[in-house]
């Protein structure tokens, strides 16, 4: 998320792990050719009607990338999805050196990574023409090339399903644009918001706690749309000293928003407060605020990064037992 990369700059100044792309046309591998520019590959899905098959990697830093390249993309059995002409294939690439990649093609990915959440790396997932994902793949489930071409064959008949349950989507009614929801993971539904309004517009008073799970992932987007704002008021009072009350800001965002928040987002702000507490000298807050958001998501790329971040914490806390 670009308010993710802004705000650990602010609160922690630990620069992000993810910066960038390389600003080659395509990745050349023994079997197959990905696109990395990110702008050339999404219009040409747009003008050509075709679906994407998006990879956002850290080739240079990510363990998990680098099996998931050598074990499936780099094998002989990925082939035939290079051969398949209806089909687009880029890496979005946040490559630790800069040198790798133009500032214009970098900007164009992280722009993405925003628009698709993206906090864990690798990342897969199939989007249609107009870049809207219909469906995310497990990467840690792979045992070779076969296993993933299985998947992709599966997972692409969701976008058959979603647009047949359709129709022509701009003439759809409620129960059409449900039943094409129905069809994706409700996860990826950040990709629908003119969807979601449309159905809501015929039941607007539903709320997430009496089961309107439509109410609650667009009320999930629009707390997603007020980060920008806290992240602005937690700046102001960290500039003028008052960590107290930024920390107060973050905790109150959390407790308001938390039946619709993401799993992403929740994890993120846990991580700032825990900088805020560190900041303020309460290590144990701190250290606790890190076990609290690595909970929350064990696997995502943040959460190793704060594993490393808690033992350097739980180092400045005193003995269990008071001694020095």
Not at 52 to 70: P, V
Not at 156 to 162: D, S
Not at 233 to 246: C, H, I, N, P, W
Request: charged content about 25%.
């Amino acid at each position: 998320m670009r308010y993710q990369h802004v705000w650990l700059a602010l609160v922690l100044a630990i620069a992000s792990p993810c910066a960038a792309q390389d600003a080659t046309a395509t990745t050349e591998s023994p079997v197959v050719a990905w696109r990395t520019d990110t702008a050339q590959a999404l219009e040409a899905a747009r003008a050509d009607g075709k679906t994407l098959l998006l990879h956002f990697a850290g080739t240079d830093w990510s363990e998990g990338c680098q099996r998931l390249i050598e074990a499936v993309f780099e094998q002989p059995g990925f082939a035939a999805i290079g051969d398949q002409p209806d089909l687009i294939l880029l890496r979005v690439d946040f490559p630790r050196d800069p040198e790798l990649q133009s500032d214009a093609v970098r900007d164009a990915n992280i722009a993405l990574q925003e628009r698709y959440r993206v906090t864990r790396y690798p990342s897969v997932f199939l989007a249609d023409p107009q870049g809207r994902a219909f469906a995310q793949f497990d990467t840690r489930a792979f045992l070779g090339p076969k296993s993933f071409v299985e998947q992709l064959a599966s997972k692409r008949e969701i976008l058959a399903r979603r647009d047949a349950a359709w129709g022509d989507v701009e003439a759809a009614g409620r129960e059409q644009l449900e039943a094409g929801l129905d069809t994706v993971d409700p996860a990826l539904w950040r990709h629908y918001r003119p969807e979601l309004e449309r159905i809501l517009l015929a039941d607007p008073e539903v709320s997430p706690s009496e089961g309107g799970r439509f109410r609650k992932a667009l009320d999930g987007l629009e707390a997603e749309d007020a980060v920008p704002a806290l992240m602005a008021e937690v700046q102001r009072l960290f500039s003028q000293g008052r960590l107290g009350d930024a920390i107060g800001s973050v905790d109150r965002f959390l407790v308001e928003h938390r039946e619709v928040m993401s799993a992403g987002l929740r994890q993120t702000l846990l991580f700032s407060k825990s900088g805020l507490t560190a900041r303020v000298g309460d290590f144990e807050s701190a250290v606790a605020a890190l076990d609290e958001a690595v909970a929350v998501d064990p696997d995502s790329t943040l959460a190793e990064q704060m594993q490393s971040l808690r033992a350097r914490l739980a180092a400045s806390l005193p003995p269990a037992d008071g001694r020095k």
